[in-house]
């Protein structure tokens, strides 16, 4: 437990507490930005999108023949939708 309390205040005193941190850090400020200009341009999120492909690309893969590579990029759309929580929770806290 002391260990714990003690890597804790390392990370506070190495970061500042925690009102001090940036709310957005620049990755998250990029897909956000990202996202806009293809909502702008298309209408639809640009995680839709990638979400979409990501399908059409593993079904394409796997009749293909290559049902490993197909399985892989099946496993993409997930991920896709959770970086489009992130941002959707990032514009409603602002």
């Not at 897909?31 to 079904?59: E, N, Y």
């Amino acid at each position: 437990m002391a260990t714990m309390q003690t890597a804790m205040s390392g990370i506070d005193s190495e970061y500042g507490s925690e009102e001090s941190r940036p709310r957005r850090d620049v990755a998250e400020s990029l897909l956000r930005t990202v996202d806009k200009a293809t909502q702008s341009t298309t209408r639809i999120s640009l995680f839709h999108i990638l979400t979409f492909g990501s399908i059409g690309a593993s079904i394409a893969l796997y009749l293909a023949g290559k049902r490993q590579a197909g399985i892989f990029v099946g496993l993409w759309p997930p991920t896709f939708q959770a970086l489009k929580s992130v941002v959707d929770k990032s514009r409603r806290q602002d």
